[in-house]
């Protein structure tokens, strides 16, 4: 019987028990849901705030760190990139990729030199040649100037492809190999020379520019390209036979060809740099001007000397530039070698073409 | 919940403009947050002046930290939070929780106003006298997981990021602070037994 009793008790406690979990829980849904007494009685609390003294010190404090003056340059950086980091990445990124496939296009665009090692050891060849009739020049088939004949005529074309911003390019170098001081001082001893030429009878007029006219007229274009600068170098250089006498001055002076490419390495310093014996010729070449420039500065006859002889003379040689019209002419580029032929006349007025 | 979410929303907004030196925004902000903050502070702390340091410490460390605040969780949640870590910080300053809660009923036993009926009033006064002392008893944790549900609305899942427990720690702590707190309120007839 007892033990019955114990039993009942406990059924009750526990129903009991199960009954209060019960109750609490639905108690605590009706709490989270906002219905409670305890909230009711917690909010009738006193409803304590902070005081006025604090609020102010907060609110001051606050001000203080956004007051521009008080702004750091990290701040304004912060600020400067939240809003514009994202566009100038953006911008950045878009150049840069730009750039690379337009510099991609443009190698695309230029012919590859031939190996420097192949184009020394032909220069080298063709320079150690002796003097010898060749008579490949006289075969219609095969290309009229000695440097079309050192190498194939697809290379001597590889040679002197440039592309149009490449030529530009150039151009912009122009001004920087002759135009500034060296072309003023260039342009006032020539003027002092020609005069002294005139009035000894010594000038060749044919020959010789008006200095401040020929240079002006160079500056504004009137240049041999440089694939007839070059093809004249190679004429001069083969000691061709088809120049008549009037030009032999360069045969019994042989630097004069390498003059004529130390003024194209300023000029077209990239063209002259695929060009064949560059660096002994420009070697040759430089110290050839430097001579003469030597004697400008030792003598007025030196300087008279130098420019007459035109190694001082930035201006492409007319006998070289006319070899050059010619091979235009030899491979058919009438309309260039037309042009050509104008620019000569601009500079040379007075030169009479065979 | 959508006004909340709109309200949670608002004060991001707020504190990005705050962050770019907009000060009327956290003017704003502040008058949003200063009352039930200084509550949980007071009630958790018990001491007008630790709580005024410690509130104007929490204040101080939104405002050095706007740079850095990313709305990824409620601004609630991020002040309260804060407002959490300062605390933890006192108590460990001061000794431990239960020795500096002695007279937290110095400032929540006045009454709010008065009724006209001397009877009345003295059993509401009663009432809320008992609640608070009822409030100060508490446990720390339960007392903690109670304010921050009543005085900045979170749900059990806000309140659990906030203390860093799980939520079911949460729902227990605030039965067992419910049950508590309801004692010392008048029982409705019929429920004595149960609310024991």
Redesign the interface.
């Known amino acids: 019987m007892a033990e019955k009793d114990d039993d009942g008790k406990a059924d009750m406690n526990g129903t009991q028990n199960d009954k209060r979990e019960e109750l609490s829980a639905e108690l605590f849904e009706h709490y989270l849901d906002g219905e409670s007494s305890v909230s009711e009685a917690y909010r009738e609390l006193k409803h304590v705030e902070p005081s006025a003294a604090l609020d102010n010190a907060i609110l001051s404090e606050a001000r203080d760190a956004v007051r521009p003056n008080n702004m750091s340059l990290f701040d304004l950086d912060l600020r400067f990139w939240r809003h514009w980091g994202k566009p100038l990445t953006t911008v950045v990124i878009m150049g840069v990729c730009l750039t690379v496939v337009l510099r991609v296009m443009d190698y695309e665009t230029i012919v590859p030199a031939p190996p420097l090692d192949t184009e020394l050891a032909t220069a080298e060849q063709k320079r150690t040649r002796p003097a010898q009739s060749e008579p490949e020049y006289d075969s219609p088939t095969e290309p009229t100037t000695p440097m079309a004949a050192a190498m194939p005529n697809e290379s001597i074309l590889e040679e002197i492809t440039i592309t149009p911003r490449k030529r530009s390019e150039n151009l912009q170098e122009v001004p920087l190999a002759f135009d500034d001081s060296w072309g003023e001082e260039i342009v006032v001893t020539a003027r002092k020379s020609v005069e002294k030429a005139r009035e000894t009878d010594q000038l060749r007029t044919d020959r010789y520019v008006h200095a401040d006219d020929a240079l002006e007229a160079w500056q504004q274009g009137a240049r041999p390209a440089a694939d007839v600068w070059l093809a004249g170098i190679a004429a001069v250089y083969s000691k061709d036979e088809s120049l008549d006498e009037s030009n032999s001055y360069l045969f019994d002076e042989p630097d004069k060809a390498d003059i004529e490419i130390a003024k194209m390495a300023r000029v077209y310093p990239e063209d002259i740099r695929r060009s064949e014996e560059r660096n002994e010729l420009l070697a040759t070449g430089d110290a050839q001007i430097a001579k003469m420039r030597d004697a400008e500065s030792e003598s007025a006859s030196g300087a008279d000397s130098a420019l007459v002889n035109g190694a001082a003379n930035p201006l492409a040689d007319p006998v070289v530039w006319a070899a050059g019209i010619e091979w235009l002419y030899e491979n058919n580029r009438d309309g260039e070698a037309e042009a050509e032929l104008e620019k000569l006349k601009r500079i040379y007025p007075d030169f009479a073409l065979n | 919940m959508l006004l909340r979410m709109a309200a949670e929303l608002n004060d991001t907004a707020l504190m990005l403009r ?1 962050q ?4 009327a925004a ?2 704003t902000l ?1 008058k949003r947050h ?2 039930p903050l ?2 949980f502070l ?1 009630h958790r702390i018990g001491n007008q002046q630790f709580t ?1 340091d410690i ?2 410490e929490v ?2 460390r939104i ?2 930290s ?2 850095n605040y990313r709305p990824n969780a409620k601004f609630t949640t991020y002040i309260y939070h804060i407002a959490r870590n300062c605390t933890v910080d006192h108590y460990r300053r001061v000794g431990s929780q239960e020795n500096v809660i002695s007279d937290g009923d110095e ?6 106003a008065t009724t006209g009926n001397p009877v009345a009033e003295t059993a ?1 006064r009663d ?2 006298n008992a ?2 002392a009822a ?1 100060s008893e508490l446990p720390s944790e339960q007392r903690e997981v109670f304010l921050l549900r ?1 005085e900045s609305g979170l749900s ?1 899942d806000e309140i659990a990021t906030v203390t860093e427990v799980g939520r079911e720690t949460v ?1 227990s702590r ?2 067992y602070a ?2 508590k ?2 004692q010392c ?1 008048p029982q ?1 007839e019929g ?1 004595g037994a ?1 609310h024991g």
């Not at chain 2, 770019?20 to 000060?23: R, S």
């Not at chain 2, 400032?107 to 709010?112: F, G």
């Open positions: 705050y770019d030196g907009d000060m956290f003017e502040y200063r009352g200084f509550r007071l005024e509130f104007q204040w101080s405002i050095r706007r740079k400032c929540i036993a006045e009454p709010v509401n009432i809320r609640l608070s409030l009543e059990l729902k605030l039965r419910l049950g707190l309801r309120l409705p429920a149960e």
